[in-house]
Structure formats: structure tokens, C-alpha cells
């Protein structure tokens, strides 16, 4: 069996971040039109380190993808100095079950969340969105700007984090790399009103921002809730919402934004629009103003890394990157 | 993360397979004190291939070995020349949750299967024991000899399969390997009685041999039942058998072997004695005399896959084999 293996660097280099939202919006519809198999994830318990393993396999029929990504969360790693959520993607070939490669799973990680708020940013957010606020800077922050500044034309970033150093230390990287204005910010207050395009990723438990200071036609991506017990998102905004769509409708039951209002009884599942994917497919309805605010919801799925993972090897492949090896 | 690869070659450098019988006592007296978790496989379905991947995770707290196989049964590959059931196996560091290497999972599951059979044929075969007779000589047949061979001092093997063309080949290739007589027979009614081990290791639906006709003290391993509808064992063996062995538990949920008679009444399950391991480690009962029957059924479990592959891969950093990427 021949396996091709893809670390960080040759999946950068065999698309530029552009395939990267291609990908994933090819896989939303995928999702939405239900040509996806993404089996319950599977657990494996280490108690002694708290650590815990997951197993997320997943088919997407349309993209003939086949894979599991293989996810360890260990609480204790980064005192040792080591990624605390190390992660690979084993890609199978769905005609065989041969695997075809190993990929990096933290970069692709990284890479399909942006990606899918990218996505969700194009389809919601107005066309003259100019401004974004991003609210936590911890490892998916890189990707999620990067992709909302390959959707809109930004002119001013302000990042917030509840360790103003590292906002900082973000603030003025992401200046850099992204040549954009790039600002670290104390007091959310003053800034919500004026961000056309806002973002959570964060691991809160409440929510993190007041819905009441946002402006008419703002667009909100909340990413970070993947738990029942994780919540960013103000149930006032899911109230002023307009439109509310999710990546898959797993992130229903999955986060907290959704479950816990859902409990309290302050919010209506007859709110929530929809899949992402039946609107990119124009089977849903998208923005009809200029001051309506939207809000995606995004927990990642299975189906997204698959899609993900062969794009990537299929363009590794026509380029001639990564190590193959032999098993 | 650097990751180790090892192919089967690599793995067959790093251990004689001496050492895999040493590795699946260990895995089943641990398997026997309830030190390991096995979480259910999960399946992904690829219908329009008849295929399926299964996933196996399991971790074994006292080898503190995590990892997770991934076997793909693919009925059409044999047609495209390809293995019928292409497998790898993930190795995973139990304290960090970074992937330590990756194995030929093919290998390692013939080889472990073949080793409990071994260890079995060891803890219930009489002392005396020098003829074998092996039923079905598809994959898993060479390991199953070999392991016996290496228990006791075999001065004959017979083989049997219902194409009596791979036998003879089988036998053949066997005889030069292992430099011993071994011969295909055609007809079976004539060598049960003089057969001291018996190993079935077919795909078979109903039972492959004649009860009746085996020899006092005779011991039997019953290898290829691990569904409910396969069974290769009559029903008058379990009831003839002082001892009825078991790999893990599970077997007794996962074989036709046991799961037909119980569901027919003609067997009950207190007959069965209880986890080979627990034999192993003293204690529950071994043979008592020269007559008695004794019985294994191993249907295979993941705990033994990643104590198996711990062991392959600690053999393997000490001899530096095995190739080592960079993910």
C-alpha cells in the first residue's frame, strides 16, 4: 500500500487557501443535499491524563471521500511543550479502502473551520463589509481572518481576547502577514457597533459579547462552541437574527449557543434557517437588506475534513508533494 | 510529530514471533483483569462497493498502549488484484495523544490472531501433542501454523481447504518454511481421530467437521467465526469439551460458534469456562487429564491489536528500524 504523507507545509503548498473555500463550499452542499455518511464520533478514555481520543470518520459520496480524522485533546501537553490537541487524517481510497495519505490534521483542522466561515461570511455578510471583529486569538484565530479577508475587502481588523498580550502579539503578526490594519482592543463596547462582520472562537461558557451594540446588517460567525456546555453567543442575537444557519444540523444538538437558550425556552428551533449548503445551492432564502443580521453557526463535521483532505491530496498529487511511503 | 512507519518486513525484523506470543499472554491476562478498554467498532458503509471500514480503537492501561486499526473490507478487490481486506494500524502515545507510528495492519492481525491461538494451544494442548490438523488455508493459515509450531513439537501437520489445489500448495510451501511434514488431505473423516490440535480457520457458515470423530485429549481452536452467521464448530464439540476457552468475552457475543447453538437451545452458557487470560494468570482451571477436550475461540479484539503493536513498535525504536517522517 502506497500512502502519500502531507505535513503543513505540503498541504500550503498544494492550494492556496482560495481551494481551500472552494472545498468546503463544494462540501456544505454536499451536506445539505444529505450525500454524506458521518457515523457517531467514537471515544477513547485515558483518565489518568484526562486525555481524551476521538475517531471522526466520514464518507461524502459526491467527493468519492473517504477518511477519519484521528483528534487526541490532553489538558496536560502544553505544559510539556507539546500541541495540546495533536491530530492526523488518514484519507482511504473509497474504491478500495487502501489508505491514500496521512495528512496533517491540526493544519487541516485550522484550515476547513476557517474555511467554513469564509464561506458563510460570502453568503451573509454584506458586499460593502469593511470592518471585522474577532473575539479570541487562540489557535483558529489565524484562519478565521484569513478567510473572511479573502471574502471581503477588509480595512480594519480589532481582535479582543480575554489576555490582552497575546491580542497584542496577534494583532501585530496578523498586521504583518496579512498587510491589513490589525488592532488589539481592551473594551469591546466601543468597537461592536462599528464591526461589519463580527467572529467568536473562543471556549467560553457564556456568552462573550452584548447583542444589544451590535449595528443593523452586521454578520456574526460563532465558531467555538462545539459542547452543550461551550456558549459565545447572546441569545439576543439569535432574537435579532434574521437569518441563522448552521453547517450541518449537528451543530444543533452539538453547541451551547443553540442548546442552552433551547432549554431556557428563550429561543425557537424554528429560528434557525437552515443548512449553510442550501443556500450556497440557492435552495434557501440568503440577506434581502441591508440592515438584516445573520448568524452562522459552525461545530465542524467529519464530512468537512474528508472533502477537505482529498482536494488536498489530489492537488499534492498533481504536483508531486509529500513523502510517499510504503507500508 | 514524528511518526515511525513500519512495513512488515520492518516489523518481522523487529521481533521474532516469539515475541507476538509473548505480547497477545500479556494482552490476555490483561484483557482477563479487565485493564483494557474496548470501545464497539464503528462502520462506515460504502454501499456501491459492497465495502466497509471499520474502525477499531483500544487501549490497554497496563501496556499502556492506544491506537486504533483500520481495516477496510473491500469483497471486489481481489478482482483488481488488490487485498481483499487492506488495514493499518495507528499507534498513539497513551500520555500525549500523538501518533507514535504506523503499522502494516494486515500483518500484525495475522500474526496477533495466529500468537492467540498459539498462547491458547500451549495453556490447553496436552504436553504431548505432535500432530495438527488445519482447516481453511486462506490468509490467516500460515500464522496459525507457525504459532503452534513454535508451542509444540509437531511432527506432522495435515491440511484441509475445499479447494484441494491451495492445500496442496499450501502444504507445500508450508513443508519448506517451516521444515516440517506438511501434507493436504482430501478427505477428513480419516485424520480427526489422529489430529492431537485441530485449528479451523475458515469463512465457513456451518460446522466444518465431525465432533464424533475426534481423539480423547484432542485440543481445538476455532479461528474464523467472528459474526453471528459464520460458525465453523458443531455444536457436539462444545458439548463433548471439558473446557471452553474464549479470547475475550465479546467472542461469545461476536461468534456463530456460540451465538447458533445458544439461540437453538443446544448449549448454554455457563458451559463456557471463561477468558483464556484468566488461565494464564493462574486463575481458573487448566487440562486435568490426557483425555479431556479443550476448547479456544478467539474472535480477535482491538486490545490485542495495540498491545501487539507496543510491543512491535519498542522493538522496533531499539533496532532503529522502521522509516520515521515528520508530520
Known amino acids: 500500500m502506497k500512502i502519500l504523507t502531507l505535513n503543513e507545509r505540503d498541504m500550503q503548498e498544494a492550494m492556496p487557501f482560495e481551494g481551500i473555500l472552494a472545498s468546503m463550499r463544494k462540501a456544505l452542499i454536499e451536506s445539505a443535499e444529505g450525500k454524506g455518511e458521518v457515523p457517531q464520533r467514537l471515544r477513547v478514555n485515558i483518565p489518568q491524563e484526562d486525555g481524551q481520543t476521538l475517531l471522526m470518520p466520514g464518507y461524502a459520496k459526491a467527493s468519492r471521500a473517504l477518511g477519519v480524522k484521528i483528534v487526541s485533546v490532553f489538558p496536560k501537553n502544553p505544559e510539556k511543550g507539546l500541541p495540546g490537541v495533536p491530530s492526523v487524517m488518514l484519507l482511504l481510497n473509497e474504491e478500495t479502502g487502501e489508505v491514500l495519505a496521512l495528512l496533517d490534521g491540526t493544519a487541516l483542522t485550522r484550515w476547513r473551520t476557517g474555511a467554513l466561515?469564509?464561506?458563510?461570511?460570502?453568503?451573509?455578510?454584506?458586499?460593502?463589509?469593511?470592518?471585522m471583529l474577532l473575539i479570541g486569538v487562540g489557535g483558529q484565530a489565524e484562519s478565521q481572518l484569513l478567510a473572511v479577508s479573502l471574502v471581503r475587502s477588509l480595512e480594519k481588523v480589532w481582535v479582543y481576547d480575554l489576555?490582552?498580550?497575546?491580542?497584542?502579539?496577534?494583532?501585530?503578526?496578523?498586521?504583518?502577514?496579512?498587510?491589513?490594519?490589525?488592532?488589539?482592543?481592551?473594551?469591546?463596547?466601543?468597537?461592536?457597533?462599528?464591526?461589519?462582520?463580527?467572529?467568536?472562537?473562543?471556549?467560553?461558557?457564556q456568552p462573550v459579547f452584548d447583542a444589544a451594540l451590535l449595528s443593523p446588517g452586521c454578520h456574526v460567525n460563532g465558531i467555538g462552541s462545539y459542547t452543550k456546555e461551550m456558549?459565545?453567543?447572546?441569545?439576543?442575537?439569535?432574537?435579532?437574527?434574521?437569518?441563522?444557519?448552521?453547517?450541518?444540523?449537528?451543530?444543533?444538538?452539538?453547541?451551547?449557543?443553540?442548546?442552552?437558550?433551547?432549554?431556557?425556552?428563550?429561543?425557537?428551533?424554528?429560528?434557525?434557517?437552515?443548512?449553510?449548503?442550501?443556500?450556497?445551492?440557492?435552495?434557501?432564502?440568503?440577506?434581502?437588506?441591508?440592515?438584516?443580521?445573520?448568524?452562522?453557526?459552525?461545530?465542524?463535521?467529519?464530512?468537512?475534513?474528508?472533502?477537505?483532505?482529498?482536494?488536498?491530496?489530489?492537488?499534492?498529487?498533481?504536483?508531486?508533494?509529500?513523502?510517499?511511503?510504503?507500508?
Open 117 to 131: 466561515a469564509g464561506v458563510a461570511t460570502d453568503a451573509l455578510a454584506r458586499k460593502e463589509a469593511r470592518t
Open 163 to 205: 489576555d490582552p498580550r497575546r491580542a497584542e502579539a496577534f494583532a501585530q503578526a496578523m498586521s504583518e502577514t496579512l498587510n491589513l490594519s490589525v488592532r488589539a482592543v481592551e473594551d469591546l463596547s466601543a468597537i461592536l457597533s462599528k464591526a461589519d462582520i463580527v467572529t467568536t472562537v473562543t471556549t467560553s461558557r
Open 231 to 327: 456558549s459565545e453567543i447572546p441569545v439576543e442575537l439569535l432574537q435579532r437574527a434574521a437569518l441563522i444557519y448552521v453547517d450541518t444540523k449537528d451543530a444543533i444538538e452539538e453547541s451551547g449557543d443553540f442548546q442552552k437558550p433551547l432549554a431556557q425556552g428563550t429561543f425557537a428551533l424554528e429560528q434557525i434557517t437552515g443548512e449553510l449548503g442550501a443556500l450556497l445551492a440557492h435552495k434557501a432564502p440568503g440577506r434581502r437588506s441591508k440592515e438584516e443580521i445573520t448568524f452562522f453557526e459552525s461545530t465542524g463535521n467529519a464530512l468537512f475534513d474528508v472533502v477537505c483532505a482529498k482536494d488536498l491530496y489530489e492537488a499534492a498529487r498533481e504536483k508531486g508533494l509529500g513523502q510517499m511511503l510504503e507500508l
